[in-house]
């Protein structure tokens, strides 16, 4: 059906495949995350997570045992092994020589200066057998490009959760982000309702001063606040970084669900009043089980903020081992451990995994506290 704003089956459409494209940007991430986090790491370091399903190709140099631990066998001096070392895959081509990597197809016998010569099968067996009996340690260079299964592994998990101190970054992390979203829903509560329905001086001056810190840059408070808390003896502490936090999140908090407040219906309130209940009454029984859509959309807001924040876990608690947070722990693993993806894929998985959690479990509220709260006000 045709309308003003032009077709609604075509606007319904857009909308949709606006959605479903917003999402599969926000979860392919997520996804891909997920996948290599489990995935080995060999096969990580040479392809992507998009490949876990299809066996992958990879070329490795393996060397032969000591050419003085070979046997007689039929007149001829045998070394035998496998290339794989026990890890599993299968050959498609080898070569003696860095130059032809994959001069030989498996089964094929490569001969080298000497006389020896070269076998490999497609299991990864290998046979170098000798003329006469050889001398030295150092065994002969076999390349080999493979084609292996895909394999999945939870060592990458055992690895950061046991032996990287991730264990303790996520309980100071939980004992950051806990306290640092219920204080500010605490304290913005109360001033929430005493803007909306209290009458007093000064009311309006002071919502527009909440407004305008919303756009105040909190790094601008950083270092003055730490010397602060540096004189009064809480600075680097657990203390000193939940009232930084409900400083920062206290002007969004207070605006959103004052704003929500303010659209609840008035006659429940002035009935309320007529029977004789107190403006902490009013709040307690009527006004927070009403705005919970609210208090939810702004404890999502700020839980996921504290957690995924560094900057001020940095400033307020430093890298000390014992206070360090998990956006700090990954900050100290990229910077060691550049090259081992399967470590730094398993900690971003844990690390993001609560968050995922904690918004799908309140996502609901989220959207109906936001939209209550952007169209009623007064």
């Given at each position: 059906m045709s309308t003003v704003v032009g077709n609604r089956p075509a606007l319904t459409w857009a909308v949709h495949l606006a959605v479903l494209f917003l999402v599969a940007l926000w979860t392919l991430p997520t996804l891909g995350i997920?996948?290599?986090?489990?995935?080995?790491?060999?096969?990580?370091?040479?392809?992507?997570?998009?490949?876990?399903?299809?066996?992958?190709?990879?070329?490795?140099?393996?060397?032969?045992?000591?050419?003085?631990?070979?046997?007689?066998e039929d007149g001829r001096w045998v070394l035998k092994g496998n290339v794989f070392e026990g890890s599993g895959g299968k050959a498609a081509a080898f070569g003696v020589?860095?130059?032809?990597?994959?001069?030989?197809?498996?089964?094929?016998?490569?001969?080298l200066r000497d006389g020896a010569t070269v076998?490999?099968?497609?299991?990864?067996?290998?046979?170098?057998?000798?003329?006469?009996?050889?001398e030295g340690n150092r065994g002969q260079r076999i390349f080999v490009s493979s084609v292996?299964?895909?394999?999945?592994?939870?060592?990458?998990?055992?690895?950061?959760?046991?032996?990287?101190?991730?264990?303790?970054?996520f309980i100071n992390t939980m004992t950051v982000t806990i306290p640092a979203t219920v204080i500010p829903i605490l304290i913005a509560a109360y001033a929430a309702y005493a803007?909306?329905?209290?009458?007093?001086?000064?009311?309006?001056?002071?919502?527009?001063?909440?407004?305008?810190?919303?756009?105040?840059?909190?790094?601008?408070?950083?270092?003055?606040?730490?010397?602060?808390?540096?004189?009064?003896?809480?600075?680097?502490?657990?203390?000193?970084?939940?009232?930084?936090?409900?400083?920062?999140?206290?002007?969004?908090?207070?605006?959103l669900l004052r704003n929500y407040?303010?659209?609840?219906p008035r006659e429940i309130i002035e009935s309320a009043k007529v029977d004789g209940a107190s403006d902490f009454e009013i709040f307690r029984k009527i006004i927070l089980p009403l705005s919970f859509p609210a208090l939810a959309s702004f404890a999502i807001f700020q839980f996921l903020w504290t957690w995924n924040d560094l900057l001020v876990a940095t400033v307020f608690l430093g890298n000390?081992?014992?206070?360090?947070?998990?956006?700090?722990r990954l900050r100290e693993l990229l910077g060691s451990r550049g090259g081992n993806w399967e470590i730094l894929t398993a900690s971003a998985f844990v690390?993001?995994?609560?968050?995922?959690?904690?918004?799908?479990?309140?996502?609901?509220?989220l959207v109906r506290g936001l939209l209550a709260g952007s169209v009623k006000g007064g």
């Open positions: 997920l996948v290599s986090s489990l995935r080995d790491k060999d096969q990580l370091a040479v392809s992507g997570w998009w490949t876990a399903l299809t066996a992958s190709e990879r070329n490795i140099v393996a060397r032969a045992a000591p050419p003085d631990e070979a046997e007689e020589s860095s130059r032809e990597p994959s001069a030989f197809a498996v089964d094929e016998t490569a001969e076998t490999v099968a497609a299991n990864g067996d290998y046979v170098v057998a000798y003329p006469q009996k050889p292996e299964p895909p394999r999945f592994t939870t060592e990458n998990y055992e690895n950061v959760l046991f032996s990287e101190g991730l264990g303790k970054s803007l909306a329905w209290m009458e007093f001086p000064g009311r309006a001056l002071l919502l527009a001063t909440i407004v305008g810190l919303l756009v105040v840059p909190l790094q601008m408070s950083l270092i003055p606040l730490l010397r602060l808390y540096n004189e009064v003896g809480i600075g680097k502490s657990f203390i000193g970084i939940w009232l930084a936090h409900t400083g920062f999140g206290l002007p969004l908090a207070i605006y407040m303010a659209g609840l000390n081992e014992e206070q360090l947070v998990l956006t700090g690390a993001i995994i609560v968050p995922i959690l904690v918004f799908f479990a309140m996502q609901r509220y």
